[in-house]
């Protein structure tokens, strides 16, 4: 029972009326209500897990998330996995979306602390 009241709180809690649909920034519009990025002229193809990150991620641009503030925000609070799993997904984004992976643009590590979108 528990397990279930957890699953519709995280699902409930993941798209509040209050957050804008269409975010742009930065040259990349992430659309929440289509589930799609488009950057520039493309449309890179992400996975559900991957848009849920750059979502969180850019819905406060420049604020560093640590590897428990992602998991919690993406993954839910019944994670059963490694920290590291964050670092695997990010990498994946990275190739998907930076122009040139080895100097990230969009998400950026903030050493000792985690990820962010975009320069602080």
């Known amino acids: 029972m528990a397990a279930r009241v957890r699953a519709v709180l995280r699902r409930t809690s993941r798209q509040s009326p209050a ?5 742009e920034l930065d040259g990349i519009t992430i659309d929440s ?4 990025v488009i950057l ?57 979306i930076e122009p040139d992976v080895r100097k990230p643009r969009y998400v950026q590590t903030v050493h000792g602390v985690g990820y962010r979108f975009g320069d602080a």
Do not use: C, W
């Not at 209500?33 to 799609?36: E, F, I, L, N, R």
């Not at 964050?86 to 984004?93: E, G, K, M, P, S």
């Open 19 to 23: 957050e804008p649909s269409v975010v």
């Open 33 to 36: 209500q289509t589930q799609t």
């Open 40 to 96: 520039g002229d493309e449309k890179p193809s992400l996975t559900p897990t991957e848009f849920r990150l750059l979502s969180m991620l850019a819905s406060q641009p420049g604020r560093p998330f640590s590897r428990d503030q992602i998991i919690e925000g993406v993954f839910g609070y019944d994670f059963d996995g490694y920290d590291r799993t964050v670092d695997v997904h990010i990498a994946n984004l990275r190739r998907k």
